[in-house]
């Protein structure tokens, strides 16, 4: 991976829908150029997935929080894990080293749909504890890793040049 890239996928992470000419101007490459570097970071992996980020207030879902899960014994993850995977307001899950076996990050309608979630949550097998924290707003909110090199790493350009 080189500085063009880098830049490439800084240009995607802001507007996914941008066109392949769109970012040829940008990092002034060739279209065909930049198609072809688009599709190595696909085949490797780089870039995972194209999506849409939807505003939940569009769906009335106004209401955030994070709850924390304690299971009984660990044996219980993977139905918990399968639970997780089937509820929509539930955005992220996340296995945690700590006091708490999990964290979900979650958005509801409402204080209502909320404890209906949560009694949904503790009825699960093996739900020993749950916590929840109601998220007040919002500070910053990243959908993926921003790629920049904090080390100072030199990326070697398409001209061989290196580059901080």
């Given at each position: 991976?080189?500085?063009?890239?880098?830049?490439?996928?800084?240009?995607?992470?802001?507007?996914?829908?941008?066109?392949?000419?769109?970012?040829?101007?940008?990092?002034?490459?060739?279209?065909?150029?930049?198609?072809e570097r688009l599709k190595k970071l696909e085949t490797s992996g780089v870039?995972?997935?194209?999506?849409?980020i939807v505003n939940p207030e569009y769906f009335q879902k106004t209401l955030m929080a994070i709850v924390f899960i304690t299971l009984d014994r660990p044996r219980f993850g993977d139905i918990f894990a399968e639970f997780v995977k089937q509820q929509d307001d539930i955005?992220?899950?996340?296995?945690?080293?700590?006091?708490?076996?999990?964290?979900?990050?979650?958005?509801?309608?409402?204080?209502?749909t909320l404890q209906e979630l949560?009694?949904?949550?503790?009825?699960?097998?093996?739900?020993?504890?749950?916590?929840?924290?109601?998220?007040?707003?919002?500070?910053?909110?990243?959908?993926?890793?921003?790629?920049?090199d904090p080390t100072g790493r030199e990326y070697t350009n398409q001209t061989g040049k290196k580059k901080k």
């Open positions: 991976m080189d500085e063009l890239d880098v830049k490439i996928i800084k240009l995607l992470q802001e507007n996914a829908r941008i066109t392949a000419s769109d970012i040829a101007g940008s990092v002034s490459l060739s279209v065909p150029a930049v198609s870039i995972q997935q194209y999506t849409a955005l992220e899950c996340h296995y945690l080293a700590g006091d708490f076996d999990y964290a979900l990050k979650v958005v509801t309608e409402n204080t209502s949560l009694n949904r949550i503790k009825s699960v097998q093996g739900v020993q504890k749950t916590r929840t924290t109601v998220i007040l707003s919002t500070a910053k909110n990243n959908y993926s890793v921003i790629p920049e």
